[in-house]
């Protein structure tokens, strides 16, 4: 058994060897295959706005038959449904995000800012503050969408360090809050009730919503079980209320005349097409 056990150990050593010895011997072949796939002069350029699930899904269907250029405000892939477990957990980016790929594809970091469809040009206000104006043979738009609060990144966490001092920031500004008011019963709203009860399950957390039930759309099973859990965690759900009046100091008025307070607030509605940039 023993002298089974070390044969199939110098074995898998061998096997091992024999792998590493492959990929150092490839590494001159990937270089290269690497500089030509981004410097062929004999290709199309096709320039790719957004650096996301679109972007992204384009830049790896392409950049083999095409000179890919790659463009957004920020040096990292952010996995955005996943997002909402780093108001509880920070460090929880690290797991949901990686470098934007720059191996087969050109790479800008900046804000795309115009398009001269004539010219077939795009501008990019770069991340030094330059002007840099990128010629295409196709253009592919994959900007998203904006979202209030932190949920999105904005174009001035460029990088995952300053994202990280995000969601620090507002994981202090959670745990230092006594009551939660979350505005917006979908999926991201029931979402981030679930993550805060979860991890601080003695504060006060109010679910308000204009409709009358929560995930409006799921499966009656799935609303039922979500509306359940809710309650059981102690969620205050104020459901068919609309907003008559908001003020700092005093909350939120509702129609219904009730009042609501909170120490903090988010709000998960509002999504937004992120196309202000290129409209006439």
């Not at 509880?88 to 800012?113: D, M, T, W």
Request: hydrophobic fraction near 40%.
């Amino acid at each position: 058994m023993v002298v089974l056990e070390a044969v199939q150990v110098v074995v898998a050593g061998v096997f091992y060897a024999l792998d590493a010895v492959i990929r150092v011997g490839k590494l001159p072949y990937n270089a290269y295959s690497s500089y030509f796939a981004r410097h062929n002069p004999n290709k199309k350029r096709v320039v790719i706005v957004g650096a996301s699930f679109a972007g992204l899904s384009c830049q790896r269907d392409l950049c083999k038959d095409f000179d890919v250029t790659v463009v957004d405000p920020k040096t990292y892939f952010e996995y955005t449904p996943g997002i909402l477990r780093a108001f509880v957990e920070p460090a929880h980016l690290r797991r949901i995000s990686c470098p934007v790929p720059q191996q087969y594809n050109k790479f800008v970091c900046g804000k795309a800012i115009g398009i001269d469809e004539k010219g077939q040009t795009l501008m990019v206000k770069t991340n030094r503050g330059g002007l840099q104006r990128i010629n295409y043979d196709f253009l592919l738009v994959g900007t998203g969408s904006s979202y209030p609060g932190s949920i999105r990144a904005d174009t001035t966490e460029q990088d995952v360090n300053k994202r990280m001092a995000t969601w620090i920031a507002e994981y202090k500004k959670l745990k230092a809050a006594k009551s939660v008011l979350v505005m917006g019963a979908g999926p991201v709203g029931v979402e981030l009730v679930g993550e805060i009860l979860t991890v601080f399950p003695s504060k006060s957390v109010t679910l308000m919503d204009r409709g009358t039930e929560v995930c409006r759309g799921f499966h009656p099973s799935t609303k039922a079980y979500l509306t359940n859990w809710l309650k059981m965690k102690g969620c205050e759900l104020a459901l068919g209320e609309i907003i008559k009046d908001s003020d700092e100091k005093k909350g939120i008025t509702l129609a219904s005349g009730k009042i609501i307070k909170a120490d903090i607030t988010y709000k998960c509605y509002g999504m937004k097409p992120s196309t202000d940039w290129h409209k006439k």
